[in-house]
């Protein structure tokens, strides 16, 4: 390899253990960036994270208006309101308690109140990308 090839490369390889065999996670463990990945994995968990975050609380009601909406623009229409419960329904029983179960978010059942939670850099950090991704 040449020196300008060590240049180019910069450090991007610097948080990389150069022994992954001891830092991963034992086969039947789930690791913490595992749990991240498949919390940003749906859309609708992405959308509820872009939305607390610009808004840190929140409640069901306005996140299912907001992310039925969203879902809407692509075809220029506006929201039903089978579309908005679909989205509640689909919030309530699935992606808020998800997040919440990761401690990304605070999510009380009874009253619909959701906070973002003021997660680890990583979380911001992932969000951030999956943001650039998907708005631009």
Do not use: C
């Not at 034992?26 to 990945?37: A, I």
């Amino acid at each position: 390899m040449t020196e300008d090839a060590d240049d180019r490369s910069g450090d991007a390889g610097s948080n990389i253990p150069h022994d992954l065999s001891m830092r991963l996670a034992t086969e039947g463990e789930r690791s913490r960036v595992d749990e991240l990945f498949d919390a940003l994995s749906h859309r609708r968990r992405r959308l509820v994270l872009y939305y607390l975050k610009a808004n840190e609380q929140t409640t069901l009601d306005e996140l299912a208006d907001w992310v039925a909406t969203i879902e809407a623009r692509p075809n220029g229409s506006e929201a039903t309101a089978e579309q908005r419960e679909a989205a509640a329904i689909d919030l309530f029983h699935i992606h808020l308690p998800k997040l919440a179960d990761l401690k990304v978010i605070e999510y009380d059942r009874r009253s619909g109140d959701a906070r973002y939670r003021d997660p680890p850099e990583t979380v911001d950090q992932l969000l951030r990308a999956a943001a650039v991704m998907e708005f631009e």
